[in-house]
């Protein structure tokens, strides 16, 4: 089985639910709408989350990838 490229994973992950960990400990949550070959992302229905909780419902987002230090799939 071949190994995906970390752009086919993310595009796979598109109009799902991701967890985005930023650099400074942030967390959000949301529908992954677009990204870049930078990874830049712009996410729907974002929340931010502190020590799991969330903290503030956003709307629609867009994170530059180099501020970015985690991209996963939620199960929600």
């Known amino acids: 089985m071949e190994a995906e490229r970390p752009l086919d994973t993310l595009n796979k992950a598109r109009n799902k639910r991701v967890i985005i960990e930023l650099k400074n400990g942030k967390q959000f ?3 992954l709408k677009a990204f870049d070959i ?3 992302v712009v996410i729907d229905d974002a929340d931010e989350r ?3 909780e969330i903290k503030r419902k956003i709307g629609t987002i867009f994170i530059r990838g180099d501020t970015i230090i985690f991209i996963s799939p939620t199960n929600s």
Do not use: E, S
């Open 29 to 31: 949550t949301g529908m």
């Open 38 to 40: 930078h990874i830049n």
């Open 50 to 52: 502190v020590d799991g």
